[in-house]
């Protein structure tokens, strides 16, 4: 024996898996509200492929049941990294982007992150369960998060993690970190709204939102 042995896991990543209280209650309303905007709008091309981007002022609506989303996703994201004691001393969170994404089936958004905002995350609006028939794969429409760890096989450090979007879901996780969302192959269209949450100091001028 070498002598007294202390093992330590570092960096982990943080990732929040949130279920929003009272989401039922406008669940309609806001499937009803984004599938007009995308009949009204041609939307935007970022990570999407195949699927519909909406603009990413999201939190400017005055729509009752999106004012609604859009605060209390800012919300529940704050108090997260409140909680959690992830929030440098002298600053505030801010949201600085919020948009909507509607996927076909056979759509997928490419591998990317966030940068430079600090935070980001999706809310769920509406999916199929992954028990329906048309499910193609074990990773069919799920995010795929990469590790950003150098990774080998001595080391026991998975490659991705795979989270399993459910209707009401929110997952927060830092900017940086590498995703992607699968394609799925649903009839039904897979409705989410992103965001991404930013850092500023308690001095500087009031954002666009909250």
Excluded at 41 to 58: E, M, V
Excluded at 189 to 208: D, E, G, H, Q
Aim: charged share 20%.
């Amino acid at each position: 024996m070498a002598g007294k042995i202390t093992l330590n896991n570092e960096f982990s990543v943080p990732i929040f898996n949130i279920d929003l209280d009272g989401f039922e209650h406008h669940k309609q309303l806001l499937i009803e509200h984004f599938l007009s905007l995308r009949a009204n709008d041609k939307g935007a091309t970022r990570t999407n492929q195949g699927g519909w981007h909406s603009k990413d002022d999201l939190f400017k609506s005055e729509h009752p049941s999106v004012k609604w989303l859009v605060r209390t996703i800012f919300q529940a994201g704050a108090e997260s990294v409140k909680q959690a004691k992830l929030l440098p001393p002298g600053n505030e969170i801010a949201m600085s982007a919020c948009w909507v994404n509607i996927n076909e089936a056979g759509d997928w958004n490419s591998p990317h992150n966030h940068l430079p905002d600090e935070w980001s995350g999706a809310f769920y609006v509406d999916v199929n369960s992954k028990n329906a028939a048309t499910v193609k794969s074990d990773k069919d429409g799920d995010v795929i998060f990469f590790n950003p760890l150098p990774l080998s096989i001595q080391y026991q450090r998975a490659a991705t993690m795979i989270a399993t979007p459910t209707s009401g879901k929110m997952y927060l996780f830092p900017g940086y970190l590498l995703h992607m969302v699968a394609p799925h192959f649903d009839e039904k269209p897979r409705i989410s709204v992103a965001f991404n949450l930013t850092l500023r100091s308690l001095s500087s001028a009031p954002s666009t939102y909250p």
